[in-house]
T-cell receptor, first 115, second 115 residues
Framework: DTEVTQTPKHLVMGMTNKKSLKCEQHMGHRAMYWYKQKAKKPPELMFVYSYEKLSINESVPSRFSPECPNSSLLNLHLHALQPEDSALYLC??????????????FGPGTRLTVL | AQKITQTQPGMFVQEKEAVTLDCTYDTSDPSYGLFWYKQPSSGEMIFLIYQGSYDQQNATEGRYSLNFQKARKSANLVISASQLGDSAMYFCAMREKTAGNKLTFGGGTRVLVKP
């Protein structure tokens, strides 16, 4: 299995809803990432988990809450989002704990719309 | 200052011709990796090619090659024999050893292959 899967593919939610994005990989990778990508822009790093511990939080608002239950799973819990949070959310994983030559494998993304 | 610069926001290329996508970077870290990703309209980021700062030879992967000029801090992607399926957004990215897991992306270049 050489892919990163993300569910759901699309999500529409209201500003008062609570929802979660899920990411899974079975490649034995030890680092996992969440990115946010607005239209026509490059991905922006949100969080990094290395060996199941949060290693980078790019000053993301607390309405986004990451969780890494085990080495294969990464969740992003969403609560009280704003319309400007509408974007493509990409998950990625990489083999090692952060070597600079680590290639990141990306999932297909979740397109989130906040109404 | 931007760490990764892609000066071509968009380009047209004729099918079966080669195209060069420009990428310049800025770093004082002697250890770094350079990556190119392809993002079709579906959203998934597809890894294309990697060049390490200590690699003596230019990287090649099938129809993709990287013209690495270290002194000029440029890492241009060359796509040979363009195909209609190459139409996508292309991102150059860098990972510095001192930056840990952080992958920094350029603004991207949109390529449209004409039949």
């Amino acid at each position: 299995d050489t892919e990163v899967t993300q569910t759901p593919k699309h999500l529409v939610m209201g500003m008062t809803n609570k929802k979660s994005l899920k990411c899974e990989q079975h490649m034995g990778h030890r680092a996992m990432y969440w990115y946010k990508q607005k239209a026509k822009k490059p991905p922006e790093l949100m969080f990094v988990y290395s060996y199941e511990k949060l290693s980078i939080n790019e000053s993301v608002p607390s309405r986004f809450s990451p969780e890494c239950p085990n080495s294969s799973l990464l969740n992003l819990h969403l609560h009280a989002l704003q319309p400007e949070d509408s974007a493509l959310y990409l998950c990625a994983s990489s083999p090692l704990g952060g070597a600079y030559r680590d290639e990141q494998f990306f999932g297909p993304g979740t397109r989130l719309t906040v109404l | 200052a931007q760490k990764i610069t892609q000066t071509q926001p968009g380009m047209f290329v004729q099918e079966k011709e080669a195209v060069t996508l420009d990428c310049t970077y800025d770093t004082s870290d002697p250890s770094y990796g350079l990556f190119w990703y392809k993002q079709p309209s579906s959203g998934e980021m597809i890894f294309l090619i990697y060049q390490g700062s200590y690699d003596q030879q230019n990287a090649t992967e099938g129809r993709y090659s990287l013209n690495f000029q270290k002194a000029r801090k440029s890492a241009n992607l060359v796509i040979s024999a363009s195909q209609l399926g190459d139409s996508a957004m292309y991102f150059c990215a860098m990972r510095e050893k001192t930056a840990g897991n952080k992958l920094t992306f350029g603004g991207g270049t949109r390529v449209l292959v004409k039949p």
